[in-house]
T-cell receptor
Framework: NAGVTQTPKFRVLKTGQSMTLLCAQD?????MYWYRQDPGMGLRLIHY???????AKGEVPDGYNVSRLKKQNFLLGLESAAPSQTSVYFC?????????????FGQGTRLTVV | AQKVTQAQTEISVVEKEDVTLDCVYE???????LFWYKQPPSGELVFLIR??????QNEISGRYSWNFQKSTSSFNFTITASQVVDSAVYFC?????????????FGGGTRLMVKP
């Protein structure tokens, strides 16, 4: 009963390096999201996907790219990491059938850019 | 645009006290959904409740209760007889009916510290 799994859980990057965060869900959900959490600002939406092969920008998309090649996976890429991208990243998914149901969140990825 | 405000950034109480966490929201949509999530020190996000805009009934679940008032755009959360295990960051969130993809707008969170 895995739910939403994020890989990796922790990562330290040097400025300018690139990396990809992987989110996998086994609930056959249509919708998937990437949020970042910063102190005092709650969670903010980076990008989201309403289905396989589709992506859209959220509130804070700059510096990130995403892909949804398979329904169960949603990848978040940082092409050239910056210290401002130090944050905790959460992936979430939700089903299409029931409007505005709660999102199911992964455990989070703590990323530090030095 | 939608917005969620949690004015209390930190609250500290002594065990067994009652505590209310405030949430005020803004939306132009007539159909929307409100949520509360808990984030314990371990970091995961735990879903607590969902409420749609047409249901203003208050809800009680054990020591937890929620007061939804459309007239004041508020969705407050009360913990009765708080316990140390209630120590966490609590987030209020909003989703509008017309959102493509049901994405959530979160408040900044309230850190609750319950001391023994």
């Amino acid at each position: 009963n895995a739910g939403v799994t994020q890989t990796p859980k922790f990562r330290v990057l040097k400025t300018g390096q690139s990396m990809t965060l992987l989110c996998a869900q086994d609930m056959n959900h249509e919708y998937m999201y990437w949020y970042r959490q910063d102190p005092g600002m709650g969670l903010r939406l980076i990008h989201y996907s309403v289905g396989e092969g589709t992506t859209a920008k959220g509130e804070v998309p700059d510096g990130y790219n995403v892909s949804r090649l398979k329904k169960q996976n949603f990848l978040l890429g940082l092409e050239s990491a910056a210290p401002s991208q130090t944050s905790v990243y959460f992936c979430a998914s939700s089903p299409l059938e029931e409007m505005n149901t709660e999102a199911f969140f992964g455990q989070g990825t703590r990323l530090t850019v030095v | 645009a939608q917005k969620v405000t949690q004015a209390q950034t930190e609250i500290s109480v002594v065990e067994k006290e009652d505590v209310t966490l405030d949430c005020v929201y803004e939306t132009r949509d007539t159909t929307y959904y409100l949520f509360w999530y808990k984030q314990p020190p371990s970091g995961e996000l735990v879903f607590l409740i969902r409420r749609n805009s047409f249901d203003e009934q208050n809800e009680i679940s054990g020591r937890y209760s929620w007061n939804f008032q459309k007239s004041t755009s508020s969705f407050n959360f009360t913990i009765t007889a708080s316990q140390v295990v209630d120590s966490a960051v609590y987030f209020c969130a909003l989703s509008e009916r017309n959102n493509a993809g049901n994405m959530l707008t979160f408040g900044g969170g309230t850190r609750l510290m319950v001391k023994p």
